[in-house]
């Protein structure tokens, strides 16, 4: 079936960096564009980025822009999402999710993975 | 862009219908039928329950229905059963190749 897994979260010091991967399986991963979504603890959801199925574009929220990066290697299945200059304000739980869209962004997120817990602090 | 706006709780009895409003602007959910509502329990993944507005993927009960109507989208769950117990976001494209959600509204089955 169509599965998105997470992985890369941990504890890190505000001003460092940390990777995240998404390995997808179930589905032909360079058909579609993938998101990262984030929800802060007590906090709803907060789009991050999203990179095209064929990496040709990506784009970011303005809170991560110039700090985070968005890639993926479509011959491993797999996405990251690269983060620098951590602040304590980017703890949260990073979800990837799919978008519902074959080939082209609909803004739908559908499928979604379990998240990864990243926690900025000293 | 600000998020959404969605009722924090939200609640009913088994069998009854609920309703929960996702308010934005003429810049976002007045503009786009780019809107969504999700399902999340906590610990787990979140998941798709209506997109386009209205549409319901595969695999989701029709007791799930979503509407708009100006800046204002709804969620509407009819015959209310336990493990509807969740909370719900909805969210919108608000162009520049940006999304933005709702608050979550917590729904409890009373």
């Known amino acids: 079936q169509v599965q998105l897994v997470e992985s890369g979260g941990g504890v890190v010091q505000p001003g460092r960096s940390l990777r995240l991967s998404c390995a997808a399986s179930?589905?032909?991963?360079?058909?579609?564009?993938i998101h990262w979504v984030r929800q802060a603890p007590g906090k709803g959801l907060e789009w991050v980025a999203v990179?095209?199925?064929?990496?040709?574009?990506?784009y970011y929220a303005d809170s991560v822009k110039g700090r985070f990066t968005i890639s993926r290697d479509n011959s491993k299945n797999t996405l990251y999402l690269q983060m620098n200059s951590l602040r304590t304000e980017d703890t949260a739980v990073y979800y990837c999710?799919?978008?519902?869209?074959?080939?082209?962004?609909?803004?739908?997120?559908?499928?979604w993975g379990q998240g990864t817990l990243v926690t900025v602090s000293s | 862009q600000s998020a959404l706006t969605q009722p924090p709780s939200a609640s009913g009895s088994p069998g009854q219908s609920v309703t929960i409003s996702c308010t934005g602007t003429?810049?976002?959910?007045?503009?786009?039928?780019?809107v969504s509502w999700y399902q999340h329990h906590p610990g787990k993944a979140p998941k798709l329950m209506i997109f386009?507005?209205?549409k319901r993927p595969s695999g989701v009960p029709d007791r799930f229905s979503g509407s708009k109507s100006g800046n204002t989208a709804s969620l509407t769950v009819s015959g209310l059963q336990a493990e509807d117990e969740a909370d719900y976001y909805c969210?919108?494209?608000?162009?520049?190749?940006?999304?933005?959600f709702g608050g979550g509204t917590k729904l409890t089955v009373l």
């Open positions: 999710a799919r978008d519902l869209g074959w080939l082209l962004m609909r803004w739908w997120f559908d499928p």
């Open positions: 179930g589905f032909t991963f360079s058909s579609y564009a």
């Open positions: 386009e507005v209205s």
């Open positions: 969210s919108s494209y608000v162009g520049s190749n940006n999304v933005v």
């Open positions: 003429s810049s976002d959910v007045g503009d786009y039928n780019y």
């Open positions: 990179i095209l199925y064929d990496g040709s574009n990506e």
